[in-house]
Each structure stands twice: as C-alpha cells, then as structure tokens.
DNA sequence: GATGAATGAGGCTTCATTCAT
DNA sequence: GATGAATGAAGCCTCATTCAT
C-alpha cells in the first residue's frame, strides 16, 4: 500500500528497460547525494554512466523526475517494511526496536536515496510534485510518536521528558546516520541499530 | 584562538560599515539555509535586501565569499565558545554537558550558519578555500571524543560502547537540532539541551 | 589652429583646476596604453590617482570623454608641429627628415597618447564623437603622400615604387616605435629619428 | 617543431568536426581583428555565425580559449614556415629575404590572426596561459636578429647601424602591414614583399 | 572635491532540454 | 538507444554612472 504515485509520463516511455532504468537511478542517487541535487548536472550523471546528456531524456522525462522516481521508490521499500513492524502488533519498546532496526537496514540499501532526502525534502515540499514527502512525514510522525506515547503510557519510557522533542531526538539520531554509513563497512546495520538503540534506551552514562 | 582564516582580500574590501555587511551576511544566511546555497541565487538574496543584485557586490567579491565569512564567522564564535569549557578544567561528565549547552547557544545565536554548515560542508571541503571546514572538524572530533575517552576511563561512561559510533550520535543528535530549532520558541537552549543531556546520558528507557 | 574640437559640455564643468584635469588625464592615459581603452576600467584610473572610481566624474563627463580629451589634445599638439613644418618651405627631403624627427619628438611626449591611438582608433572612427580622427588622417595622408610625390617629381626618391605602399611603409615604420619607445632611454628622439632616417632613405644594405 | 602548446583539456574538448570549429574560430577572429577582443561581445561572434551565445559554449570552453587557439594556430603555422626558411642554409641576404615574403605569406593567409596578434599580445603575455606568446617572441627575435648579425658581419649589412633598432625597424616594417592589407587586393603577398625588401635594403632615395 | 552606496545594463557562462540523424 | 549540435532561460558578476552627504 505504497503512499507515493509515479507521476503519470506524457510520452510512452515504456521501451526503455527497467534495468537501464534502475541502474541509471543508481547512478543518479549517488551522484544527487555526493553533490547535491541542484550542483548535479544532468551531464556529471551521463558522464558517469558513459553517455551524453542527451542520450537521459530517452530514458527520463526530466532531472526532476529522476529524483521523484529515487524518492518516491524509497519511500516506497520504506513503508513496506514499516507496514510490516506496526501490523506486528508488538509492544511499545519492542516497535520501536523493531521501527530503529529496519530504518538501519533501509539506510544500508538505499544509503544515496536517504541522503537525498534528508537534504532535499525540506524544499521540494513546496512543489506539487513532491506533495508525498509531506504525506509520509506526517505518517512517520505519526507511527513514532504515537508508539512513544503508547509507551510512556505503558511505563516503558520515561514519563518527563517533552514528547516532540524525545521523538526528533530518536528520529534524527537515527536518520542522520546516512551522512557517514558506509554500506560494507565493519558493521552491519543490525549491528548499529542495537548500539543505538543501548544508547538511545539506556543512555551513555552507567547504569547504577 | 580561532581556527578560521579571513580569507586575504587584494581589494580594499570591507572598508564600508561593518553593520551592514553583518546586516546583508544576516539575510544571505537565512536564504541560504532555507533553500540551499546552490539553489540560492545572488538576486533573491538581493531581493530580500531591497537592492539589485549586482549592488552585492559592492560589499562582497563572490557568492562563494559570502557563504565563506558566515561559515567562519560563526566558527570563530563557536571556537570561543568551546575553547573557554575545554580550558575550564572540568570533568568528562561536566565537559560533555558543557559542550552540549554551548553547542545549543550556538545553535540559538546561528541558527542558520550551523543549518549551511550541516547542508554544504561535505561538498565545500574539496576546495581549498574551505579547507578550514577539516580543520575544524578534526579540532571538533578530537575535543568530544577525547572527552569522551577520559569519560570511559574514569566510569562516567559505560565502557561497551563502541566509542566513535558513540560520537557520531552525541555530536549528531545535538546538531541535526538546528534543522528544526526556531529562536524565541517555547523552549530555551538551556532548557533543550537540559533535556538533551537527560536522554544522551539516561536513556529514555526508566532507571530501574 | 587646431584640427579638433574639445566637445561641448553640457555640465558647467569649469571648477575643476585645469593642472588636476591633466594630471588624471595622464594617468588614464597611462593605464589606456597598458591595458587598452576597453580593458581599463574606471576604477583602475581612479586607483593610480588614489580616489574613488565616482570621484573622477567630479572632474570629467565620462570615462569616454577621457579618451576624446587624450587624443584630441595630442592630435593638436602633433599638428601645431607638422603645420610649422609644412609651413617652412622646405624641400621634399628635408620635409620628410623633418617630419619623421618631429614625429618622433611627439612619440617622447605622448607616448601614451600615440600608443592609444595606434590600438583604438580604428574603432573610434565609427562613432560620431570621434570623426576629427578621420579629418586628422586625411590632413595627414595629404602631408606625406604629397610631400612624396613632390620628391618623386624632384627626382630625390625613387620613381619606381609603389607610392601608397611607400606611404605606408614610412608612416607605420616611424608611429609604431611608439610600442616599444620608452622616455628616458639611451636614443634621444632625435637620435632614433636620424637612423630612422637614414634607414628609410639609403636602406640596410650598404651602398655600392 | 612547434613552440606553442595547445591547453590542456579536462572535457573531452574537440570531440566534433574540426571543420566547424575552424569555421566557427575563423569567424571569431575576423570579429576580434575588427573590433578588439575585449571590444568583442560573444554575442556578437554567435551572431555573425548564426547562433545563439551560449552555443558556442559546446564548441569551446571560453571566449578567452577561442583567441588562445587562433594565436597558438597561427604561431605554429608560421614557424612551421619560418623553420623551413632557416634550415635552408641561405645567406644571411637570402635568409632576410626569404623570411620577410614568409611573413607576407603569413599575414595573408592569417590576417585576422595577426592583427590580433598586434593588438593584444601586450596584455595577453600577463597570463601563464598566453605565455608561449613570450616563447615565440624571444625564438623571433633570435631569427631575425641572429640573422641581421651575420649580415652585419659578412659585409651584406651596413655596420653603421644600432642593430636592435634595425632588428625591430624591420620586423614592425613587416609586421604593421597586417593592419591595413586585405587579401585578395591588387598585390600579391609576394609582390609586397619585393617592394618592402626593395626598400628595406635599399631605401626610399635613388641609389647614386 | 571626494566618498559611499547604489543602479541598470550588459557580459560571460552554465545547463536542462530538444531533436534530427 | 545514443549522438551531436543547438536552444533559451537563467545565473553570477562587472562596470560606467549617479547622487546624497
């Protein structure tokens, strides 16, 4: 049940080969998250795919639909897998382990999208296009932090702590770990997220 | 002691008021956090300022240098900042929460200096005008984990965790906070970073 | 009786000292041989004479108006020259001999002047303000072609060249030294206009 | 053997048909020669070749590298020649001769190119990359100068003269006419060059 | 006489995009 | 599927010029 919609394509751009498609994506993803969406030219892309610039518009409407199609295919795996944790029907502390570790996996498999997005979401929103980044924002806040208030609730998290914040405070924690994971690094992504999530739960400092 | 370098200047530059070169520095700023400096062109910034754009150029030499002297400007600033905690004397424990209330009046002070520096450095600190961006990093990284490691050797942290994950998410989590801070809002950097502090080293699990 | 007009000025623009005008008027001069008329900007003049590039309005209408003050001075001062020449019932060789030593005479003092000249005039001409360049050339061509023709007919020059082509050759031969001619060198004008000479009217080969 | 380096390219620069591009550059140089090159607006170079300014841009990097490469063409055109000529073993008589109706050549086939040369070298030899201008002037001079000498020295040129004088008598003599010749007019560059020689080495008086 | 600050036009260049081949 | 060449809009920057102080 995907929140996004591939916008509709004026030309029947069906020829091209998924493949091609989704290795020209790959290629798009890291160089957009190297640089920058704005600072990529539709050339730097072709270049590393060893075409002309030209030679994209065979296979994508536009550079803005190269990034729609990264986001939005993304945001798509995303929800899978997040679907899949919050109709678990799992306790409080046991979906937000759960929410934490597969957000890890989803960073190692689309390090390039994640990057991306925590860059450029922020003005994109304003653009029709890219209406369902907001729509999955609202959802992601929705899903967090109603667990967290589950939990307070529950007894299982800390009841004076300020809600929103505690709920940034987690999301970012987590998230932002796509600026400098390295997919094949020493550690797994299960790995990371059950250090973070010690520290996250627990804190830095020793437990009496 | 600041780690920055005004950048040499051949033309008499900055001879004019220093206010209203903070004052147009002040809008580019905020322009340049809100929609990313390469999507930031030299006319909206003018615009902001009541001016045409080519009349910035009476202030400044460059885009580039505009974003160059709100980045050190607020290094500079940031540096006096930690240099006087670090020269302070203080234990790990006290250090990291004085760095973490120090990081949280920067944020409040720059808010969108620290947003560009979040946004751009990765891509900046390739060209050489930006080198003092590594530099500062390194000092950056040195301070919080050399803080952190006298903190493991005298038990005021807990000595499973794997230490540089451990930094990554202490300096993210208190950074990525300028993505979302507003000045003047209902909570006061003191207070965030109080509450930051108790999650960081508590947990938001309960103490048994 | 000068060939030139100074244009008309629609401002009053008499206060200025007339010793300041020709102070800046030289330094201008200066950077227009250097870097050429386009290439120079305001700016740069202002710079050499230590003000600021708006200040010199207070002393000329425009930057063009520089240049027409340069060249229409020079021009005057050349013909006052030539025309006391002209008027002294030489013969044909000895008109040449003069004209080239009072040509390179002109060179020492105006160097900048010749050098502007040289390099600018051929777009000059297109514009009305500039017309007395063409008037100038002319009078000129008239001068030396007529002084040639003169010694041909009187059997001092060679009958058997081309005589617009020796124009040429006599005319380039003594203005262009004005690329490399610097006042104050070993050659005195007079000096170089005697080997000139004696190059121009026996040749590089010895004779028989 | 040619003294001049074509720049380095970082695109894959000159990948299209040479024939446009020599097309497109001769064009730029006859707009250059006429106007100047700082004069020269690529707009108007678009204009002249039927485009639009930025198309230009796929054909070469920079206005700058279009003059750079007419310069550096034509230099190594002429000392192709100019080589010929000195690996002939010609008498120093023969070898003046034979250099003076190259360069007639030259500027016949060069024009354009030459008279920029004229105009602009000056300033041009400022920048590290028109530095082979500076290469080509001293491999020049050394030509023709080495060859005055060994005139001078076998008898076949006045002794009396100040030879640098001469060295640059000559050269301008020769050179200068780019500025007013017109290919195609009623000389041949060949019999302009036995008028110049004529009169170089013989002079504008009747020999007695 | 000069400064400081700005204007406005225009210049060079980049780049997403198109399209005939 | 891809190339080569071009378009057109827009971006950064320069510069002659103006004018209140």
């Keep these: 049940m995907p929140t996004t919609k591939t916008s509709a394509k004026k030309k029947p751009q069906a020829p091209a080969s998924p493949e091609r498609r989704r290795e020209l994506l790959g290629i798009a993803a890291e160089v957009f998250a190297a640089q920058g969406y704005n600072a990529t030219t ?59 570790t597969e957000s890890f996996r989803e960073i190692d498999r689309h390090r390039a999208a994640v990057a991306i997005y925590q860059k ?9 296009r890219f209406h369902y980044l907001v729509d999955s924002q ?3 806040e929705k899903a967090w932090l109603g667990t967290l208030e589950r939990g307070v609730a529950a007894g299982v998290f800390r009841a004076d702590l300020d809600l929103r914040l505690t709920y940034r ?28 999530l010690s520290m996250v739960l627990d804190g830095i400092a020793p437990r009496a």
């Design 138 to 140: 609202v959802r992601f």
């Design 120 to 128: 450029e979401s922020r003005h994109l929103v304003d653009q029709e």
């Design 169 to 196: 405070f987690v999301r970012d924690t987590v998230w932002v770990a796509a600026s400098w994971y390295r997919p094949g690094g020493q550690h797994s992504p299960e790995e990371i997220a059950r250090q973070y």
């Design 42 to 100: 539709v050339r730097k892309i072709a270049d590393e795919a060893g075409m002309l610039a030209g030679s994209l518009y065979y296979h994508f409407d536009s550079k803005e639909s190269m990034l729609d199609e990264i986001l939005s295919t993304f945001l798509d795996e995303l929800w899978d897998g997040y679907d899949t944790v919050l109709a678990a029907g799992l306790g409080p502390r046991e979906t937000i382990e759960a929410l934490v």
